[in-house]
């Protein structure tokens, strides 16, 4: 397990300002707001390593454009060469298989309820995607490369509940540990098998975030 961890969400994309699912294949960028989050999510790392002289972990990513757009902001408040930040396709949102791009209300229309609304997750295997215990498994695989070096991640928000849930548990959820969502533009630190949060982003929560 990485000895230390922050763990961030990556900031409001357009996609989640007009309730599309986003997924991996639909090029999704930050709004203002979001570069607004972005920038925040920066400043509050740059503060906190400046007040505690930690070293700065590197930077890693999922290889999705909103989440590197948001990695580049926070490089930037870091001192972090952007050819510097790992991309890691592990660390990419849920598969949304034949969802990707269409309105939440029109899934919904076709599908029925798709979100459990009390989890805030996917009640079902998305068709041609994902479901929890395949994104468990490729971070899982991403956790032991990574062999208990401390890391800044730029992630999603259903990756980072699952990564969460396997480095300090969660709510169980189809067999897969999942832990308590947190708004987009927020940070996460997990540190010696506990997680506090550095960050409170203003951003959205839910599935409806994916």
């Not at 309730?19 to 906190?48: E, F, I, K, S």
């Not at 969660?170 to 708004?183: C, F, T, W």
């Amino acid at each position: 397990m990485p000895r230390l961890l922050y763990l961030a969400r990556h900031a409001e994309t357009v996609f989640n300002r007009a309730r599309r699912m986003q997924g991996n294949h639909a090029v999704t960028p930050l709004t203002l707001a979001g570069v607004r989050q972005a920038d925040a999510m920066g400043a509050a790392l740059a503060a906190h390593f400046c007040a505690t002289g930690e070293p700065v972990p590197p930077l890693w990513s999922s290889p999705a454009p909103r989440a590197l757009q948001t990695a580049a902001i926070v490089a930037d408040h870091l001192g972090i060469d952007w050819f510097a930040v790992h991309q890691d396709a592990r660390l990419r949102e849920i598969e949304v298989g034949h969802w990707t791009g269409r309105d939440y209300a029109e899934i919904i229309a076709a599908e029925g309820p798709i979100i459990d609304e009390e989890n805030r997750l996917f009640r079902m295997p998305i068709p041609g995607g994902e479901h929890y215990a395949d994104i468990a498994a490729r971070l899982a695989d991403w956790v032991a490369d990574v062999a208990g070096a401390p890391a800044i991640v730029i992630s999603h928000g259903m990756t980072a509940r699952v990564l969460r849930g396997l480095l300090v548990g969660g709510r169980p959820y189809h067999g897969v540990a999942v832990a308590e969502d947190v708004p987009q533009g927020s940070i996460v630190r997990v540190a010696d098998g506990r997680e506090t949060l550095l960050h409170l982003g203003d951003g959205t929560a839910g599935p409806r975030a994916a």
